[in-house]
């Protein structure tokens, strides 16, 4: 089946921790994207990808990393910068950044600092 | 002014009630239009896309009136299952950035 998968579905980090949150996508899409999500709120764009070994910045990037070695993974890094990182995490694909370009998610982190 | 700004909910109706949630958008180059439906707790799933010409798909109708920047989606006979957020979203130009709204929550009742 071709999708979108996230790991882990909950992950819990102490104070001080970077965290890498997983995202691999089998539909063959050029583009990638992390969003966080707080409650009682919209999507916002941390960072996304066009191609491999690219990637730009979001609204909200500072805290987070990602690299792109390879098309089907987009990797977050949740790192200790990051002043207040419980949220739900999702990770979405296009067939590419162009117009009319529909984003499909995958499962989502929920990511809870302790 | 927000972007892209929702409803604000909840929306509370009972089964078999039209109910229709609206959406306005600020940038006037903005190019594609969806609805999404996000269940509590799971991620947004692509509801349908938004078409100038207006566009039905069996009990939801969606419009966009480009003159007015907004966006509608009508649901029908509504269902158990429909209770969920509506998320409204608009790409703007460059064929990248999309913003999502806050959504729209609504409760189908018995």
């Known amino acids: 089946d071709g999708g979108i998968t996230q790991s882990p579905k909950y992950l819990f980090r102490k104070e001080g921790q970077n965290v890498t949150l997983s995202c691999e996508q089998n539909?063959?899409?050029?583009?990638m994207y992390w969003y966080r999500q707080d409650p009682g709120q919209g999507l916002r764009l941390i960072y996304y990808s066009q191609i491999v070994n690219d990637f730009q910045k979001g609204d909200i990037a500072e805290g987070y990393s990602v690299s792109r070695e390879k098309k089907e993974s987009f990797p977050l890094t949740v790192t200790s910068a990051q002043k207040n990182p419980t949220a739900f995490y999702l990770c979405?694909?296009?067939?590419?950044?162009?117009?009319?370009?529909?984003?499909?998610f995958g499962p989502g982190t929920r990511l809870t600092v302790l | 002014r927000k972007e892209v700004e929702q409803d604000p909910g909840p929306f509370n109706v009972p089964e078999g009630a039209t109910v229709a949630f609206n959406c306005t958008y600020s940038n006037s180059a903005s190019q594609s239009f969806f609805w999404y439906r996000q269940d509590c707790r799971k991620e947004p799933k692509l509801l349908m896309s938004v078409y100038s010409s207006g566009n039905e798909d069996g009990r939801f109708t969606a419009q966009l009136n480009r003159a007015s920047q907004y966006i509608s989606l009508l649901i029908r006979d509504s269902k158990l299952s429909d209770s969920a957020t509506y998320l409204c979203v608009v790409s703007g130009t460059g064929g990248f950035k999309t913003i999502f709204g806050a959504g729209t929550r609504l409760f189908v009742k018995a």
């Open positions: 979405a694909s296009s067939i590419r950044v162009r117009q009319y370009n529909e984003q499909f």
């Open positions: 539909l063959n899409h050029d583009a």
